[in-house]
């Protein structure tokens, strides 16, 4: 799991004061960083941000688990951030575990999405939020992080079903944000710069796993997002 300190990666906040100001600034032409902040945080306008729905999933296959909103900070994405990567994580604990440190304001890190070895899927943060999982700030608001149940060092806990779910999960991820399916935009959480983890481990199959993503994204490309043929299907 990626640790982060709230000092690092806590959430922007920006007031009608901050706004004003930094709209004075940008005017002036004396502010270019104030205004590409303005640019990202429009959305905190009083009625401009986007409707959401309590419980609301934005995966069809996962449960609603909400984690602590210590350990995300709210945003707007893809309009404040542009999400290109999916990070690729191991738990080192069980699914429980995993759910009950997401939960726990004193974690100071989650991810958006946990997947069992049974292949049960969890949501626990909004893909519009920025989820403290991967240790670097530019990555957290970048991409989307995937928990998976067990521990690095046991190949037995990488079970056929959670590497299914975990595919379908990723492949649904890159059609929504057009995220291609590659090595470059599906990391590991030891890829992340700046981390001192080791997840997914050296018995994590990434030549499985993105063969198992690609055809996954194929057949959601074929069927639509609701499993029937899509209207742009040959």
Known sequence: MGARRASEDGDRRIGR?????GGVAAAAGT?????DELARLWWRVPGVEKPREPGAVDYAGA??????????RRADRPDDFG????????????????VRAFQDPGHKAASHYIVGQDGRVAQ?????????????RDYNERSVGIEH????????????????????LTARICARYDIPV????ILGHVEVPGTD???PGPHWDWDRYMELVRRARTEQARTGPSGSPSATAG
């Open 17 to 21: 004061r901050a706004l004003i100001v």
């Open 197 to 199: 983890h080791t997840d």
């Open 149 to 168: 149940e067990g521990f690095v060092d046991r190949p037995e806990d990488l079970t056929d079903e959670m590497y299914e779910a975990s595919a379908r």
């Open 182 to 185: 590659d090595r470059d935009h």
């Open 83 to 98: 999400v290109d990567m999916v990070i690729v994580h191991v738990t080192q604990g069980s699914f429980d575990s995993a």
């Open 63 to 72: 449960r609603w688990v909400a984690a602590s909103d210590a350990n995300w």
């Open 31 to 35: 502010a270019a960083l104030a205004r």
């Open 124 to 136: 626990m943060i909004r893909e519009l939020d920025v989820a403290y999982h991967a240790g670097n």
